[in-house]
């Protein structure tokens, strides 16, 4: 049973225009959110992270929307760049529980 | 600041035979984690220390892997005997402590033939 859950496996987007990527959890415990992008044969890199406390953090182009009424969170890259093509990890947390990973999202920005 | 380093990056091995995987993390980092990253996959965490004692372990399969962080610092992830399910990136990670954010490696690619 995936707790975390990136339905979208991929998404395109033209540069300069919103990425928006987006992820589902099925456990209400969980109180802390990240994006991480990973790059082939690179190890995953952090990106951004929430706080259940707050339902909007922004750093730069990125920006996290948390949902906790809908277990929905996202990820809004405004505006896209090539090098923003990667795939993109949605990860939550409880406590001193784990880090949960959905299965990610590859992200394609085309010139 | 030097990042999470792991050695080797890649090994291919035939089954049956032991593999070792190593890990230095960023420097003072006490909590260091091994994670497994099946293709498609996101990461999935093996074991995690707190200094040297493995304190998750819950996921590691001890029938054939093993893992040790002698002094806390680096840390060595062992499987014997090596399975062909066993092909896969091994992921380090490490922070600076246990509900703090995780930098990883670059990972080690296995492939079992």
């Known amino acids: 049973d995936q707790q975390v859950k990136q339905n979208s496996p991929s998404l395109s987007v033209q540069e300069g225009r919103i990425s928006i990527l987006n992820c589902d959890y099925t456990?209400?415990?969980?109180?802390?959110f990240l994006w991480y992008k990973k790059y082939p044969a690179e190890g995953p890199t952090f990106l951004i992270s929430?706080?259940?406390?707050?339902d909007k953090n922004e750093d730069g182009r990125f920006t996290v929307f948390l949902n906790k009424s809908a277990k929905h969170l996202s990820l809004h890259i405004v505006p896209s760049q090539p090098g923003d093509s990667a795939v993109y990890f949605c990860?939550?947390?409880?406590?001193?529980?784990?880090?949960?990973f959905g299965k990610g999202t590859r992200l394609s920005v085309i010139a | 600041e030097a990042g999470v380093v792991q050695s080797p990056r890649y090994k291919i091995i035939e089954k049956k035979q032991p593999v070792a995987f190593w890990c230095n993390p960023i420097?003072?980092?006490?909590?260091l984690y091994w994670y497994l990253q099946n293709l498609g996959q996101g990461p999935e965490l093996l074991i995690r220390?707190?200094?040297?004692?493995?304190?998750?372990d819950s996921q590691l399969p001890k029938d054939r892997f093993s893992a040790e962080r002698l002094k806390g610092v680096d840390s060595t992830l062992k499987i014997q005997p090596a399975e062909l399910g066993d092909s896969a990136v091994y992921l380090c990670?490490?922070?600076?402590?246990?509900?703090?954010?995780?930098?990883f490696g670059p990972g080690t690619r296995l492939l079992v033939l």
């Open positions: 990670a490490s922070s600076p402590g246990p509900q703090e954010t995780q930098y």
């Open positions: 456990n209400s415990m969980f109180d802390y």
């Open positions: 929430i706080s259940s406390i707050k």
């Open positions: 990860a939550a947390s409880s406590g001193n529980t784990p880090l949960v």
């Open positions: 420097s003072g980092h006490n909590t």
């Open positions: 220390y707190e200094n040297e004692e493995a304190v998750d």
